[in-house]
């Protein structure tokens, strides 16, 4: 079993639908939760990132994260075809190593 | 202009020979890492910096080495004893927890 895993996809939803984007994981010691946004032949880049239980809002985007399930997701809201992208989640105990977790990937299409 | 610089951005080689991508950054983040992405499988950690002249294995190191020289620049070699070197190869850096990634090399080895 994986640490994290990740539907893959791909998810295609209409422009201004709202998308959830989820992640499970099993270390119950993982404290801090990112989320990338990786177009096509490109570095990921860093959306959101939250230490707690709850929700973290910025822009169209929220990032959710239950302990007490192991789950964490993204919502986006009025979603955009610029959106259409993989998302990858990611996590880290917190320790002196820095390291990071990373789920495979949810591939998402927005459609015009 | 602020960020990570990844060199070259395609990059074809023969089996048998060894490769260095470039991997530098002016963000003045201690902590430089090397990834592996292949189609379904996410990011791998091939090897991690924390601090100038050292270094720490990730999960699939093996057919791979890199150097810490400099605060800037953290480059890798992708040896001939890498069974299966082609894929996108990602480097990132970070200050803390959150790690910024360049825009990646994709190697091809026939």
């Known amino acids: 079993q994986k640490e994290v895993e990740q539907d893959p996809g791909p998810l295609s939803v209409p422009e201004g639908a709202i998308v959830s984007l989820n992640c499970t994981y099993s270390n119950s010691a993982f404290q801090y939760f990112m989320w990338y946004r990786q177009y096509s032949r490109k570095g990921p880049e860093l959306l959101m990132y939250t230490y707690s239980s709850g929700n973290k809002e910025d822009g169209r985007f929220t990032a959710q994260v239950d302990k007490s399930s192991k789950y964490i997701s993204l919502f986006i809201r009025d979603s955009q075809p610029s959106d259409s992208a993989t998302y990858l989640c990611?996590?880290?105990?917190?320790?002196?190593?820095?390291?990071?977790?990373f789920g495979s990937g949810t591939r998402l299409l927005v459609r015009p | 202009d602020g960020g990570i610089t990844q060199s070259p951005k395609y990059l074809f080689r023969k089996e048998g020979q060894n490769v260095t991508l470039s991997c530098e950054q002016n963000l003045n983040h201690d902590a430089m890492y090397w990834y592996r992405q292949d189609p379904g499988q996410g990011l791998r950690l091939i090897y991690y910096s924390q601090i100038v002249n050292d270094f720490q294995k990730g999960d699939i190191a093996e057919g791979y080495s890199v150097s810490r020289e400099k605060k800037e620049s953290f480059p890798l070699t992708v040896t001939s004893a890498q069974k299966n070197p082609t894929a996108f190869y990602l480097c990132a850096s970070s200050f803390a927890y959150e790690q910024y990634f360049g825009p990646g090399t994709r190697l091809t080895v026939t």
């Open positions: 990611a996590m880290t105990l917190m320790d002196s190593s820095y390291k990071l977790i």
